[in-house]
């Protein structure tokens, strides 16, 4: 873990201006996006889309569930039956996955008061549990970017459990309904194709994230970030209700995609998981044995902090395989869709300012950690996470 030696100087997301406007911008950004994705006629022409009454959004049994839903998860998390228990909470959140979807607004609620309460209790955190980037002395910032760093109740790691757990399975809880929805609505005896790829690749990556679930431990997020409202939003309102956009989007919007394109999208989304999970487990490899016989092929360039950086293997292909990879999937979850309307593209357009700015954000913390070592890094591997282009 990073520990902050004084007080978070360099602002991120645009400082203090940026993160208090962010804390209202992101909600409406998902009402927006769930708004439109309701309209017959999605595009940006048809801007703004007609809003929901205040009562509308406030259902009390819908919030009771999503607060059932989250202690639910919860208690899966701390029962000791390892990774088979995220698979019984898959099944068994089936019956209350139709009151879930589209209350979006109500985890937005839910991850407000959570960040509120996070903040609270962070001032109270001794100041090696403040995180690096979270503690810089303005409340918005910090309530925003989180100033305690890993906020535990017992062993109970919020943040670690709402990383992985409620948003993930809420994700795939949500594509499940709407693969039902659309059958139902449009009176097919099986969803479409399009349905069946867009709801399979994001199991995949939801799967693949809770098996590898030890390898978030060398994220930004849990090294890095705070625990406040950007994750306690990120991870239980953007994950799950923007993520799902795509199918949400294909119920109300069909479209028919021949054999020969699902073929061609699906060895895309295999090629894209191919390169994000072998560069996540070469590095995740690396850093927790480097003396690891199987890595011995790789070079290595040494640093004053006694942490080598891998400069060969996918590591040497570009300075963030891992993220070439996951914007390469994106790509292929939007493209199920087809041409008709750009909301679709969302998220593969969000995706990839995010992971810029996030590239970014890892270099500026690299060059500090590693100095002149980064310095040579950066020479040997031009490229940040596109080949021959950035
Ligand atoms: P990374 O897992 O890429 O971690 C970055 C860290 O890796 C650096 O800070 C450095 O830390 C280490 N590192 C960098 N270069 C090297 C090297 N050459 N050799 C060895 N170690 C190196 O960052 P993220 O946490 O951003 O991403 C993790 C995964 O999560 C990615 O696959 C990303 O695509 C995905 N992601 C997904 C999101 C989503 O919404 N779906 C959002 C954000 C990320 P150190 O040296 O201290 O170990």
Known sequence: MEKPSSKTKELEFGGRFGTFMLIFLLPATVLYLLLMCKQDD????????PLPTIESLWEAKVFGVFLLWF????????LPIGKVSWLVAIGSSWIINLWVRLKGGLSAAFSMVLSIYLYIRSLKAPE??????????????????????????????LKYFCELRPGLIGWVVINLAMLLAEMKIHNQSMPSLSMILVNSFQLLYVVDALWNEEAVLTTMDIIHDGFGFMLA?????????VYSLQAF????????ISWPVAAAITILNCIGYYIFRSANSQKNNFRRNPADPKLSYLKVIP????KGLLVTGWWGFVRHPNYLGDIIMALAWSLPCGFNHILPYFYVIYFICLLVHREARDEHHCKKKYGLAWERYCQRVPYRIFPYIY
């Open 233 to 241: 939003f990120g991870d239980l309102v953007w994950v799950p209700f």
């Open 249 to 256: 989007y294909l119920v109300g919007h069909p479209i028919a």
């Open 128 to 157: 090696e549990d403040l995180a690096p980037g979270g503690n810089s002395g303005y409340l918005v910032y910090d309530f925003f970017t989180g100033h305690e760093l890993n906020p535990r109740i017992g062993s109970f790691d």
């Open 71 to 78: 202690f639910f998860q919860a208690l899966f998390y701390l």
């Open 303 to 306: 640093t004053a902090t006694g």
């Open 42 to 49: 999605p595009s940006l022409m048809n801007f703004p889309p």
